[in-house]
């Protein structure tokens, strides 16, 4: 689930689609209409999930997906080596999601604390402890 904007008018901490990863912008440049050419846009984001240095270049007046990002609070039922078994605190429904990669944040999370976590399409990552 997104909408859709233009490209000139995403801002820095703004999230959009690139390369169908949900990324958080870092950097904005904006380039003038040259003589046969409409003005440019350069953008690059942080990816959510991957962590990686994502880059987009279009014309302005072109559109962008906005992802609509869920912020939602879960309980830790059971640390799964890798993923963390969580039960969502309003739909009670259980989720695997991988274990962060933040070894700070991993090494805090134990059974029962509530945590939040971004859904963003079909994928979720857990991004605080809240308890």
Same mark, same amino acid.
């Given at each position: 689930?997104?909408? /859709?904007? #233009?490209?000139?008018?995403?801002?820095?901490?703004?999230?959009?689609?690139?390369? &169908? #990863?949900?990324? %958080?912008?870092?950097? /904005?440049?904006?380039?003038?209409?040259?003589?046969?050419? @409409?003005?440019?846009?350069?953008?690059?984001?942080?990816?959510?999930?991957?962590?990686?240095?994502? *880059?987009?270049?279009? !014309?302005?007046?072109? +559109?962008?997906?906005?992802?609509?990002? #869920?912020?939602? &609070?879960? %309980?830790?039922?059971?640390?799964?080596?890798?993923?963390?078994?969580?039960?969502?605190?309003? *739909? =009670?429904?259980?989720?695997?999601? !991988?274990? !962060?990669?933040? @070894? %700070?944040?991993?090494? @805090?999370? *134990?059974?029962?604390? *509530?945590? #939040? =976590?971004? +859904?963003? %399409? @079909?994928?979720?990552?857990?991004?605080?402890?809240?308890?």
């Amino acid at each position: 689930m997104s909408k /859709v904007v #233009e490209l000139g008018s995403v801002k820095e901490g703004s999230w959009i689609l690139i390369d &169908n #990863e949900p990324c %958080q912008v870092v950097e /904005v440049s904006h380039s003038k209409p040259g003589k046969h050419g @409409s003005a440019k846009a350069r953008v690059v984001g942080i990816g959510l999930f991957d962590d990686a240095k994502h *880059t987009l270049m279009s !014309p302005v007046d072109e +559109k962008v997906e906005v992802p609509m990002i #869920e912020k939602r &609070n879960a %309980q830790v039922l059971a640390l799964l080596g890798d993923h963390i078994q969580v039960m969502d605190l309003e *739909t =009670y429904d259980t989720l695997e999601l !991988p274990m !962060p990669k933040d @070894s %700070q944040l991993a090494s @805090s999370i *134990t059974v029962g604390v *509530t945590v #939040e =976590y971004w +859904k963003v %399409q @079909s994928r979720a990552k857990i991004m605080r402890i809240k308890s």
